[in-house]
């Protein structure tokens, strides 16, 4: 241990210290510091363990694409975070943070015996072992491959923090602010345009944060970010956020941040909104995202203070914090070379550099000699000493075959840059292979996007800047002073003289996936990329194979015989960066998940103590129980009351269309399989809906209210899709019609009265309309008004009882409801839900689209040929019930069901046979649609689809239950109750 | 009865969205019609009924008590005050034997909001996907959108201003909506 | 997602105020060319479409918007529209594709 903090170097406060836990143990930290760090600078690397092989691990990165250094960090109930990249993650005041994948703890673990037989665990391994006994998957293998394997547990209580969500508009995104970024914002300030500059860090800049060996235009790195954030924030026109992600690119510019509010704040209260999700539409995007250092592919690579070189800079200029205090370098770049250099500067040794490469530039060379620092050219490491952080480096240098070991308490490695074109790739955008690079670089636009610095190829500071001016709009040309970049060399494989199957050298560090598991891989036959992407999980890892996509590219190349571009990259999909699912959600939860829609009665329903159900994404009261009751007495007592005096109830939620113009009954015409023309003004009509295919689409009572406007109602659920359906068939195949459509079913609240006594309850309260049975018969509209508000009142019924639905304006639909209901009690008024509906409806015979109907009913099936017009020569539907397959005999026939016993509900879906003594599987004729115990019958009735039903009247039929029980039912017309209709008219 | 009806909007704005950067109110009783008029009639029947209809889908015209939006390219919706315009609907009923157009009663289809204040296009923008800006988007236009899961009808009023009148049962999620946002911002 | 270009409000507008409407060009038969249609003839109109990898004519509804059907063409592999137009139009030659797509770029 001992501090690893250099004075002078990062851009953190060092005046505010801040406390925080790691697994429980307190340390301490400054303001700016990341949970990576404060650690480092606490002289921890071992914060968490692998995946499979639960090897220790330390930090590898110092950003978004750390893969191992995962934490867990809670913040009280339901505030628990798994899975967060501790190079990420901001310490506040108080924060507890914890490892993961470790038991007991992460000094000691058990699973570590995992690596100990990791011979054993090769590519597949899952897929192999756990393949058989078949039963042993669900009981035995899952449970413990979750056990061992995994990130942090998933939290199991409800967040109770609140996520948001908004759409925005730019005409210039740029994403990234280091020095490509910065340069561009500046350029497209100067226009007037819209711009927004994203960076996914706490501080704007990227690499030229603390960059203490880089000058721009005379001034330090430092000095000209201040400046360029400053311009940056003075002008109206650009929106700066950090802090902020760009997680996925869609089409047609559309980008999704995420933007973090509070997770830095050691108070931050519930209800503040913690991630909010920006989906920004840009007229231009600008990709300055940078590149992502390659590690190295050697045995050993993977123990606590291996990292990138990057990293350990990063560490240091941004944070102060030197990654150890005797440091090694093994490089295939010459970029590791400055690095390494500030490192020296600021007082860290450099144990020596080792370069995997021949040939190196002699002005490197006599740099690092001028420092002291030895170098081993054409070496590489064979292997690393150490358990719980990298304590030496065996040197090799394979022309000689010798080996030296060199004491370290870090090592830094670097293999070269891989541009990030996550975002690029998920535009759409091509990429081609850059072969002097050794890269994949940006190719063909398919947005207006361009990529520029260093993910675009454009490696060095003062490229980044004059692309980043070109891509802004501008054209300056920027000066600098700033170490050269130079050029690596790519190796698809380092010598070492030791066996391979001794050593272990990683490729994805979190999903513990070796060179040799990839080599295993393609020997197994594997060819496609994303084939062994998925057999080794290599790049499935929360980094999304941001580190080691490239090096597994080499790796497979090599192994199939083949040069890398013609084996390719798998595909990179959204997220950029791992998400939490509340920035998905966004305020679409619990009320906001989805519209719940109520009407103008629900409140009063709901006072009443009503049970509801959803019908589509309507709320409905489905039965009003008093205290005691249990549905079915409350349906029960519902029905009987209905039945023998008066029943009140909501049906506002009916679809309702107004169908307007001179044209109105020629439309309807076409609409429905019955003649409208002749239907008088103030006369109504059942009209049955059919979809082209023939089939029973919708249907619902149509009143003619003038010669050109009809009352056009719908079920309830299908209201959307009738309407569709008829603007559909209205503005493609018959615009010739003068006649147009309007959605009116909240215009009204529908209030349907039935029972005996319903027109006695509304006499006193109508004005305008003459009630009298002769002048106001069944089916009918009129109107008029009712509590003194204006109403379309209809004398229909779906009960069979004398019944009206009194539409009136929603906003009053409460008040002339509680004042029926009121008056009602001289009537013992009993407000009835859908259950009751259904209940007297199905002792009508009457039938509920999608519940007696499945989209393969025609109206015959439905015994409804009576409503299908013959006369008519076209209609929606006419030709296809004419199609063989719809008038072929035995077709499935909506019939009653009667069952022996009569106090047997059958259950509704149950299926139907002829004959119950016959074998398993038996011949299945149709199934039961709906079923109801009958109060006013005092027995159950039920209706069913069934296989040639109408020539099986009186025949018995039988519905086998689970547990060996069989139901006998009789088949009967589908109407119990009244079938006369007498009860219609009652005066 | 009549007298003692209640007039009810389905729901009412909550307090924190009565004041702040953004000031929502609840637009009271309107007359709403939604008339159709075919191209060879507009002129004509703007003229029998004193109004202007734009021509171009997305044009507004407002005058004192009544606003008339151009919604496709043979419908307008009209938002009037209740006193003056509660006859229009029957005006225009008339005229339907003379010329081919229709004209339905929407007055309580519909329940409206209006926002005003200097961050109003932020609250407008948590649900709905339109470009604010006052180049795309400049005062007086008026469109059929959608508030996330709500469809909407968002009328510009002014530069810091907006009308947004959704169906009667969609209103509790558009005003949930909007209050959810400011709360989170408030905390 | 998609901004698409509606023909009558001569505007771009995000894909959510869209609902997609199957194959474009696809005329209902009238009521005496149904009767003349055997059963194989009339699927043929009901049930058979090209399914085309490629440019596709086809409906779109702008349901959150002026609320009219159009059509258009789109590039079902890269997503792009080419161009939309209104019903009645007829169905566009693979040349005047090829002008509108000449056109786009300039």
Known sequence: MGDFRKTGKGVIDTQQPVSFTFDGKSYSGFKGDTLASALLANGVHLMGRSFKYHRPRGPVGAGFEEPNALVTVTRGKGRMTPNLRATAIEIYEGMMASSQNRWPGLGFDIGAFNNTFSAFFPAGFYNKTFMWPKSFWDKVYEPFIRNMAGLGPAPTEVDPDVYGAVYGHCDILIIGSGPAGLAAALAAAKKDQRVILVDENVNMGGSLIGAGHVSIDEKSASDWVAKALKDLNKADNVVLMTRTSAIGYYHDNFVALAERLTDYIPEAQIGKTREKLHRIRAGKVILAQGAIERPLVFNGNDKPGVMLTSAAQTFLNKYGVAVGKEVAVFTAHDSAYSAAFELADSNVRIAAIIDAREGVSAELISAAEGRGIDVHIGSVISKTGGKKRVRSVEVYEPVHNTQKTIACDALLMSGGWTPSLHLWSQSKGSIKWDEAKGVYLPDLANENCVCIGSCNGDFGIKAALDAGSKAGGGRKVYKTDEPVFGSGQVFDHLPNYIKPSKTKAFVDFQNDVTDKDIKLAVREGFKSIEHVKRYTTNGMATDQGKLSNLNALEIAAKALGKQAPQVGLTTFRPPYTPTTFGTFCGYRTDDLFEVTRKTAIDPWAEAQGAVFE????????????????????????????????????????????????????????????????????????????????????????????????????????????????????????????????????????????????????????????????????????????????????????????????????????????????????????????????????????????????????????AGMSWIVSKKKKDFVGKRSLQRSDLVAEGRKQLIGLLTDDPKTVLEEGAHIVADPDQSIPMDMLGHVTSSYWSESLGKSIAMALVKDGFNRMGDDLYIPMEGGVTHKAKVVKPVFYDPKGERLNVV | MSSDIVFDQAVEIPDILKSGDVVTTLVGERTRLSLRVKAADRIAVAKALGITLPAKIGKTNTKAGIMIACLGPDEWFIVGEKAKYSNLYNKALKLSSKYVMSVTDVSFRNVAVELTGPKVAEIVNVGCPLDLSLAAFPVGKCTRTVYEAAPIILHRLSEDSFAMECWRSYAPYMVGLMTAHVQGQRV | MMLIHCPYCDEKRPEIEFAYAGEAHIVRPNAAEQQAMDDVEWSKFMFIRDNKRGEHCERWWHANGCNMYFNAVRNTVTDKFIKSYKIGQKRPSAAQIQKWKDQANG
């Not at chain 1, 039965?623 to 349906?635: I, L, N, Q, R």
């Not at chain 1, 003004?681 to 149509?702: F, H, P, Q, S, T």
């Not at chain 1, 359906?725 to 079913?745: I, R």
């Open chain 1, 614 to 861: 959803p019908v589509g994404i309507w709320r409905r009261a489905w039965y009003f129980p008093k205290a005691g009751e249990d549905m079915h007495a409350a349906v029960a007592r519902e029905c009987k009351a209905t039945r023998d005096s008066l029943g009140i109830f909501d049906a506002s939620t009916l679809g309702k269309i107004e169908v307007v113009g001179p044209d109105a009954a020629k439309f309807m015409n076409i609409m429905y399989t019955n003649p409208w023309s002749k239907l008088g003004v103030g006369a109504c009509r059942y009209g049955l809906m059919l979809g082209e295919n023939g089939y029973i689409y919708d249907d619902g009572v149509v009143g003619r209210i003038a010669e050109d406007r009809f009352h056009v109602t719908t079920t309830t659920g299908g209201a959307p899709r009738v309407y569709r359906h008829m603007e559909d068939y209205l503005q493609t195949e018959f615009p010739e019609l003068d006649v147009w459509l309007t959605s009116t079913t909240e215009q009204w609240s529908v209030i349907a009265l039935n029972g005996p006594n319903a027109r006695k309850l509304i006499e006193p309260f109508v004005e305008g309309i003459d009630l009298s049975p002769e002048a106001f018969p069944h089916m009918n509209v009129r109107e008029g008004k009712i509590c003194g508000v204006p109403t379309r009142l209809f004398r229909v019924s779906f009960s069979g009882e004398l019944g009206f639905e009194i539409n009136v304006p929603s906003h009053y639909g409460r008040a002339v409801w509680e004042t029926l209901f009121a008056a009602g009690e001289q009537f013992d008024i009993t407000p009835y839900g859908t259950e009751t509906m259904h209940v007297l409806r199905a002792e009508k015979g009457f039938i509920i689209i999608g519940q007696d109907t499945d989209g393969t009913v025609t109206p015959q099936d």
